[in-house]
């Protein structure tokens, strides 16, 4: 869970809410964990079903999001095929992992790897 708690302070917040990815239990300590975050999409699907223009594709894959378009309506985290978009209830906007790789850098089981 250090990489979930790594990319939450990256926004300055130290709970799981506002991460960019999730870790969860696939049945238990001895079935493993499944890591849900961004696959930095060719073609993203969650820019593809948003109404307002708010999530711009990246030159490198995935993603940006732009706050001041994103009207709420959570097309995106309905769109995404992997449920890697995440949603902050306060801001009532998706929370999209902006592939810096801080989770990566706090993995201490390298299961996660930023590659560009």
């Known amino acids: 869970m250090s990489c979930v708690f790594a990319c939450a302070r990256r926004f300055g917040d130290s709970g799981v809410a506002k991460a960019a990815i999730r870790v ?68 009532n906007k998706p929370i999209i992992c902006v592939h810096c790789g801080i989770c990566a850098s706090y993995c201490p089981y390298d299961v996660i790897k930023l590659v560009r």
């Open 24 to 91: 969860s239990s696939v049945g238990g300590v001895e079935r493993g964990f499944k890591v849900i975050v961004c696959r930095a999409c060719e073609d993203p699907p969650c820019a593809a079903a948003c109404p307002t223009g708010a999530l711009a594709k990246r030159k490198d894959g995935g993603v940006l999001l732009n706050p001041s378009k994103c009207i709420g309506c959570g097309n995106c985290v309905d769109a995404c095929p992997i449920g890697a978009v995440m949603w902050d209830e306060e801001a």
